[in-house]
């Protein structure tokens, strides 16, 4: 490996002169240490999205019934609609009646004895 070495870079590179034979430069410009200082905070996405990858869900309100935010969220300057604050209805007081299961219709129930 070392003659193979040697062969490849026999010409092209130069020895280095020893250190007495240094040249010393009189104007010689202080570069100093760069600024590697990181920003604070979370560095930013700089990740393109894949083609592949769906786009984010639009919420809509359950109080105000506009799109974009969650009723955690809400601000209290949207437009609420009072209509549907009241439509609510909890499902464990709600009463049934017979007129919601067969829409008005009366059957007659005949009631058999014996069994």
């Known amino acids: 490996m070392c003659f193979r070495y040697?062969?490849?870079?026999?010409?092209?590179i130069g020895t280095l002169p020893d250190k007495d034979q240094w040249q010393v430069v009189e104007d010689v410009v202080d570069i100093g240490v760069p600024n590697?200082?990181?920003p604070r905070g979370r560095p930013k996405k700089r990740r393109l999205p894949n083609f592949l990858e769906k786009d984010k869900k639009v919420h809509k309100c359950s109080r105000c019934s506009l799109w974009g935010h969650h009723r955690s969220t809400c601000n209290?300057?949207?437009?609420?609609?009072?209509?549907?604050m009241t439509q609510r209805k909890n499902p464990l007081t709600m009463e049934t009646t017979a007129e919601d299961f067969n829409d008005g219709v009366e059957y007659e129930y005949l009631h058999v004895d014996g069994f």
């Open 6 to 12: 040697r062969m490849a870079y026999e010409g092209a």
């Open 76 to 84: 209290p300057l949207h437009k609420i609609n009072d209509d549907t």
């Open 36 to 38: 590697t200082s990181r």
